[in-house]
């Protein structure tokens, strides 16, 4: 028989756990969460990890959520044990990522009486969850346990839309153990019901649409979605549409515009009319170049449109005029079948114009571009292996990787929720343990990496991972974005100059280690680094970039790129 804790509560929230399709936890150590631990890992429906440091934990934990697109658990001890978590359950909310917090409590009549590891659990995550509960450890009357079964329920049906917190107070001892019979155990399923355009509302909507000769889709941060990426294929045969995607938006067809800020750098002041859009249709999560924001907020469309249901009053181009609580699919759908007149103007050609001219000075820029994070950026996404999954780390690497077009068969991935750099290695470990079929290379800054070090510090790395840490000697994003360079205090207190290596890391880890400081030295090793190894363990490259060039080289890479008879591609 499967060993069980005493703790009724407990049996019931693995029962229910099981019942809502949640089989994988995330455990940090710790003594309080013992009947947790006792419960989940001594059955075998369910699998689990345990991550010492918290903060990586529930990286971890949304990596394998995000892969798995299913919620996930990651479970801890009292205290401030609890409170690591919270980068990651900000980043689950903002993705909507189905990440379920189960925090173990001292009994809540010690809050505030100096007993050890006791703080204020209940609502620590307010601001950032979807809902929360704390539930009876041993719960005794029918309805005692009928409240337990009722809160399980309806978190776990929650968590579909981003994170929920459960609190468990426990009571000693701990570790006893008990049967593991869970009466009256029931599944309330919330059904999800898809909402379609009435004939009133696609009236109104195509009387916006036909009266706008210039139409311009954006698509921001989302999983795979091939429906998607036909219907907007169908999209741009409509003369008077662009569609702008980004890597992280994983829609790739050569009628899209893919590389935002390479092909917006020449839509200068002189002509700031040329390229705004009359109907702003923006589909998806975050949308990551900065330029791209800073044209539309000063060039501001008539109208915009947000499609999805996720964040509904989300204005990030200060001009939302139409929010449509629907899927894409549907909402494209309506555009495609109703009565949308097509072909209003040249628009979208004037777009791809655009973008045709500038990937040619693009293509002869890299010819002979000097050693910079920009050439390595290059090489490493032309050496990613086809239908393999990519990661990136924030700050420079992600904006570097913008400026060059995606491939199709690869899956982009970055944590731009909150975009922060805690936790990027953990979250694609996170997604590398969940799919150990398929390949997964992260490209991290060396800031980012040495920030998450303790995201090897367990016994789950898997074979299948390999890691870029680009080393520039600091936070290089400081370099490249407008406002640090005129701070006396840039080098010291924004890019942090550091001189250190991830070598002693990687060795302290038992993680395979490489080194390069050129692009042949980079070439030659790609081949072993991509290879299975000997002692299955995963692979690290340290590539090390002359900080002093790299914004130099970004800086004259805009300068080449850029279309300067602007005014001649209006159309």
């Given at each position: 028989m499967t060993s069980n804790s005493e703790k009724y509560g407990v049996q019931q929230l693995k029962e229910q756990c099981f019942l809502n399709d949640l089989r994988t936890i995330v455990f940090s150590p710790g003594s309080r969460n013992a009947p947790l631990v006792i419960a989940f890992t001594q059955d075998e429906r369910f699998t689990c990890y345990v991550i010492p440091d918290e903060r990586s934990a529930a990286f971890y934990a949304l990596g394998m959520a995000e892969q798995l697109q299913k919620p996930v658990a990651v479970a801890c001890t009292s205290g401030s044990a609890l409170l690591n978590y919270y980068p990651a359950v900000s980043e689950a909310f903002y993705r909507t990522i189905p990440l379920v917090i189960i925090s173990a409590d001292r009994p809540s009549e010690w809050t505030d009486m100096g007993d050890g590891q006791t703080i204020r659990q209940e609502g620590v995550f307010k601001n950032h969850i979807i809902d929360q509960t704390s539930l009876l450890e041993s719960p005794k009357s029918e309805n005692e346990k009928w409240f337990n079964q009722r809160e399980i329920d309806r978190l776990l049906q929650k968590c579909k839309k981003g994170p929920v917190h459960i609190n468990f107070p426990f009571n000693e001892p701990l570790y006893n153990l008990g049967d593991n019979k869970v009466s009256g155990t029931v599944q309330t399923e919330l059904l999800e019901l898809e909402s379609i355009l009435s004939?009133?509302?696609?009236?109104?909507?195509?009387?916006?649409?036909?009266?706008?000769?210039?139409?311009?889709?954006?698509?921001?941060?989302?999983?795979?979605?091939?429906?998607?990426?036909?219907?907007?294929?169908?999209?741009?045969?409509?003369?008077?549409?662009?569609?702008?995607?980004?890597?992280?938006?994983?829609?790739?067809?050569?009628?899209?515009?893919?590389?935002?800020?390479?092909?917006?750098?020449?839509?200068?002041?002189?002509?700031?009319?040329?390229?705004?859009?009359?109907?702003?249709?923006?589909?998806?999560?975050?949308?990551?170049?900065?330029?791209?924001?800073?044209?539309?907020?000063?060039?501001?469309?008539?109208?915009?449109?947000?499609?999805?249901?996720?964040?509904?009053f989300m204005d990030t181009f200060q001009s939302l005029t139409t929010s449509i609580p629907i899927s894409p699919n549907t909402f494209l759908s309506s555009i495609l079948e109703s009565n949308f007149k097509f072909g209003l103007s040249r628009y979208g050609e004037q777009w791809k114009q655009l973008d045709y001219l500038i990937q040619d000075k693009h293509n002869n820029y890299f010819h002979d571009v000097a050693y910079s994070d920009l050439s390595v950026v290059q090489l490493l996404l032309d050496a990613i292996p086809e239908k393999s999954q990519l990661h990136f780390g924030n700050s420079s690497v992600i904006r570097y990787a913008q400026l060059f077009d995606p491939v199709q068969s690869i899956i982009h991935k970055c944590n731009r929720g909150t975009s922060g750099i805690d936790g990027s290695t953990s979250t694609a470990l996170g997604n590398c343990l969940a799919d150990p079929d398929?390949?997964?290379?992260?490209?991290?800054?060396?800031?980012?990496?040495?920030?998450?070090?303790?995201?090897?510090?367990?016994?789950?790395?898997?074979?299948?991972?390999?890691?870029?840490?680009?080393?520039?000697?600091?936070?290089?994003?400081?370099?490249?974005?407008?406002?640090?360079?005129?701070?006396?205090?840039?080098?010291?207190?924004?890019?942090?100059?550091?001189?250190?290596?991830?070598?002693?890391?990687?060795?302290?880890?038992?993680?395979?280690?490489?080194?390069?400081?050129?692009?042949?030295?980079?070439?030659?090793?790609?081949?072993?680094?991509?290879?299975?190894?000997?002692?299955?363990?995963?692979?690290?490259?340290e590539i090390f970039t002359p900080r002093e060039k790299n914004d130099e080289v970004l800086k004259d890479y805009f300068k080449k790129i850029k279309v300067k008879e602007i005014k001649k591609l209006e159309l």
């Amino acid at each position: 028989m499967t060993s069980n804790s005493e703790k009724y509560g407990v049996q019931q929230l693995k029962e229910q756990c099981f019942l809502n399709d949640l089989r994988t936890i995330v455990f940090s150590p710790g003594s309080r969460n013992a009947p947790l631990v006792i419960a989940f890992t001594q059955d075998e429906r369910f699998t689990c990890y345990v991550i010492p440091d918290e903060r990586s934990a529930a990286f971890y934990a949304l990596g394998m959520a995000e892969q798995l697109q299913k919620p996930v658990a990651v479970a801890c001890t009292s205290g401030s044990a609890l409170l690591n978590y919270y980068p990651a359950v900000s980043e689950a909310f903002y993705r909507t990522i189905p990440l379920v917090i189960i925090s173990a409590d001292r009994p809540s009549e010690w809050t505030d009486m100096g007993d050890g590891q006791t703080i204020r659990q209940e609502g620590v995550f307010k601001n950032h969850i979807i809902d929360q509960t704390s539930l009876l450890e041993s719960p005794k009357s029918e309805n005692e346990k009928w409240f337990n079964q009722r809160e399980i329920d309806r978190l776990l049906q929650k968590c579909k839309k981003g994170p929920v917190h459960i609190n468990f107070p426990f009571n000693e001892p701990l570790y006893n153990l008990g049967d593991n019979k869970v009466s009256g155990t029931v599944q309330t399923e919330l059904l999800e019901l898809e909402s379609i355009l009435s004939s009133q509302q696609i009236s109104k909507l195509s009387e916006v649409w036909n009266s706008s000769k210039r139409k311009l889709i954006i698509c921001g941060q989302m999983s795979q979605n091939g429906y998607l990426q036909e219907q907007l294929k169908q999209l741009t045969k409509d003369s008077s549409v662009a569609v702008l995607v980004e890597n992280t938006s994983n829609l790739s067809d050569r009628s899209f515009i893919h590389c935002i800020d390479r092909t917006i750098n020449s839509i200068t002041s002189d002509y700031p009319e040329l390229f705004r859009p009359d109907l702003l249709i923006t589909i998806g999560g975050a949308v990551i170049s900065k330029k791209i924001k800073s044209y539309l907020r000063s060039n501001k469309p008539k109208n915009h449109w947000k499609i999805g249901n996720d964040f509904q009053f989300m204005d990030t181009f200060q001009s939302l005029t139409t929010s449509i609580p629907i899927s894409p699919n549907t909402f494209l759908s309506s555009i495609l079948e109703s009565n949308f007149k097509f072909g209003l103007s040249r628009y979208g050609e004037q777009w791809k114009q655009l973008d045709y001219l500038i990937q040619d000075k693009h293509n002869n820029y890299f010819h002979d571009v000097a050693y910079s994070d920009l050439s390595v950026v290059q090489l490493l996404l032309d050496a990613i292996p086809e239908k393999s999954q990519l990661h990136f780390g924030n700050s420079s690497v992600i904006r570097y990787a913008q400026l060059f077009d995606p491939v199709q068969s690869i899956i982009h991935k970055c944590n731009r929720g909150t975009s922060g750099i805690d936790g990027s290695t953990s979250t694609a470990l996170g997604n590398c343990l969940a799919d150990p079929d398929h390949l997964h290379t992260f490209i991290s800054g060396d800031i980012s990496f040495f920030y998450d070090s303790n995201a090897f510090w367990n016994h789950h790395l898997p074979s299948n991972f390999r890691m870029f840490v680009i080393n520039n000697g600091g936070g290089g994003i400081f370099n490249i974005i407008p406002g640090p360079e005129k701070s006396e205090v840039k080098e010291k207190y924004f890019v942090a100059n550091q001189s250190f290596s991830a070598k002693s890391i990687c060795e302290a880890f038992e993680v395979n280690y490489m080194c390069a400081s050129s692009m042949d030295e980079i070439d030659s090793q790609l081949n072993s680094f991509f290879e299975i190894q000997s002692n299955e363990r995963p692979v690290l490259m340290e590539i090390f970039t002359p900080r002093e060039k790299n914004d130099e080289v970004l800086k004259d890479y805009f300068k080449k790129i850029k279309v300067k008879e602007i005014k001649k591609l209006e159309l």
